[in-house]
């Protein structure tokens, strides 16, 4: 097979300037992904987790969505929350752009949230002396060179903010089974055997890295972040027959299907997207739990402590041992 510069199979693009779609053809995005059904079902399930862990903490008033495009997640929380405010952080200026619109159209006071053009790591330092209780990182690591430095480096700015992280992911295992339903054989054996692939996206043919939902649980673990909540994103939807996704009786099944599965034990890692939220122990308000002594501090902050790369068997049993 021939091979681009990147060392990729011809015909799929380097991985920076896919990157960049969000900023050259950000309608690509906002109408893939959230112009049909399954982007109402992917808010409808966010909003579910998250709205009950605001309403649980009163003082939580500040979110800082990191990678977020358009922002449906963030302007939808403030809608229903007008007591919350937002920092918005994308690098695409097109898509804040968009969000911005977005807002006025919902009638939320433009006082109540920040757009920053940065980008990730970049804009941590800028952000260290400001308020922030919750961090929304939705399907933003999947699409940098780097996924596993990302996590390391959110997981710092975790600890240094204090603040809790709603974090969602592409998962290989949704991946591989999608595309098995594609007949893409190839691409599924790819997901399944490696825990931080490079394939195809829905976008056009730009790539992306789905990464093993128990290798980021295993990151999270070994950095000595609290797992509250894990559960999978459109865990069956995209599975349905097309027919399905144009008829409301069957569109209201799979919603159903998706409330009654997408938090168990057994069915959450085989969403499209994974959502963990997860603090650290070290935060400023975090304690440190008796689990602590199982690990040598000094190297917690270290991507280089991690044995990597671990195949997912391994990942599968250090993530399930901590469940
Ligand atoms: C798939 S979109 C997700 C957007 C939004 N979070 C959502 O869930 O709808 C990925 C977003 O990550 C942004 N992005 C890519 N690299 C980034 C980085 N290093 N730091 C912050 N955002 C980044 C892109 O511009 C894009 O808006």
């Given at each position: 097979m021939r091979r681009n510069r990147d060392n990729q199979p011809d015909g799929?693009?380097?991985?920076?300037?896919?990157?960049?779609?969000?900023?050259?053809?950000?309608?690509?995005?906002?109408?893939?992904?959230?112009?049909?059904?399954?982007?109402?079902?992917?808010?409808?399930?966010?909003l579910s987790d998250l709205l009950p862990w605001i309403d649980a903490r009163p003082d939580l008033t500040t979110i800082l969505d990191l990678g977020a495009g358009h922002a449906p997640m963030t302007l939808e929380l403030l809608k229903q929350r007008p007591n919350l405010r937002a920092i918005l952080v994308d690098p695409s200026a097109e898509l804040l752009r968009s969000a911005e619109e977005r807002?006025?159209?919902?009638?939320?006071?433009?006082?109540?949230?920040?757009r920053i053009v940065d980008s990730v790591p970049g804009v941590f330092p800028k952000l260290m002396r400001t308020r922030i209780d919750l961090i929304l990182c939705h399907a933003v690591v999947n699409w940098v060179d780097e996924p596993v430095s990302f996590l390391h480096d959110l997981v710092d700015f975790c600890e240094a903010t204090g603040a809790d992280v709603s974090l969602v992911f592409g998962s290989t295992i949704g991946k591989a089974l999608r595309f098995v339903r594609n007949g893409s054989l190839t691409e599924a054996l790819n997901s399944a055997q490696t825990v931080v692939p490079q394939v195809p996206s829905l976008l056009g043919d730009h790539q992306v890295r789905p990464l093993d939902p128990d290798y980021v649980a295993y990151i999270l673990h070994k950095r000595a972040c609290r797992l509250h909540l894990k559960a999978g994103v459109r865990v069956f939807a995209d599975l349905a027959p097309p027919g399905c996704m144009d008829n409301e009786h069957d569109l209201a099944k799979?919603?159903?299907?998706?409330?009654?599965?997408?938090?168990?034990?057994?069915?959450?890692?085989l969403g499209q997207l994974v959502h963990f939220v997860f603090s650290s122990q070290f935060g400023l308000q975090g304690e440190m739990s008796a689990q602590l002594s199982l690990f040598d501090s000094s190297q917690l902050s270290s991507p280089d402590a991690l044995p990597a790369p671990v195949t997912p068997e391994e990942s599968f049993e250090a993530a399930t041992a901590i469940e």
């Amino acid at each position: 097979m021939r091979r681009n510069r990147d060392n990729q199979p011809d015909g799929m693009l380097p991985f920076e300037e896919t990157s960049s779609v969000f900023k050259h053809d950000p309608e690509l995005f906002t109408q893939t992904i959230y112009g049909g059904a399954l982007g109402n079902l992917r808010i409808a399930s966010l909003l579910s987790d998250l709205l009950p862990w605001i309403d649980a903490r009163p003082d939580l008033t500040t979110i800082l969505d990191l990678g977020a495009g358009h922002a449906p997640m963030t302007l939808e929380l403030l809608k229903q929350r007008p007591n919350l405010r937002a920092i918005l952080v994308d690098p695409s200026a097109e898509l804040l752009r968009s969000a911005e619109e977005r807002q006025a159209s919902l009638g939320i006071p433009a006082a109540s949230v920040e757009r920053i053009v940065d980008s990730v790591p970049g804009v941590f330092p800028k952000l260290m002396r400001t308020r922030i209780d919750l961090i929304l990182c939705h399907a933003v690591v999947n699409w940098v060179d780097e996924p596993v430095s990302f996590l390391h480096d959110l997981v710092d700015f975790c600890e240094a903010t204090g603040a809790d992280v709603s974090l969602v992911f592409g998962s290989t295992i949704g991946k591989a089974l999608r595309f098995v339903r594609n007949g893409s054989l190839t691409e599924a054996l790819n997901s399944a055997q490696t825990v931080v692939p490079q394939v195809p996206s829905l976008l056009g043919d730009h790539q992306v890295r789905p990464l093993d939902p128990d290798y980021v649980a295993y990151i999270l673990h070994k950095r000595a972040c609290r797992l509250h909540l894990k559960a999978g994103v459109r865990v069956f939807a995209d599975l349905a027959p097309p027919g399905c996704m144009d008829n409301e009786h069957d569109l209201a099944k799979l919603a159903a299907l998706e409330r009654a599965t997408r938090r168990r034990r057994s069915y959450w890692r085989l969403g499209q997207l994974v959502h963990f939220v997860f603090s650290s122990q070290f935060g400023l308000q975090g304690e440190m739990s008796a689990q602590l002594s199982l690990f040598d501090s000094s190297q917690l902050s270290s991507p280089d402590a991690l044995p990597a790369p671990v195949t997912p068997e391994e990942s599968f049993e250090a993530a399930t041992a901590i469940e």
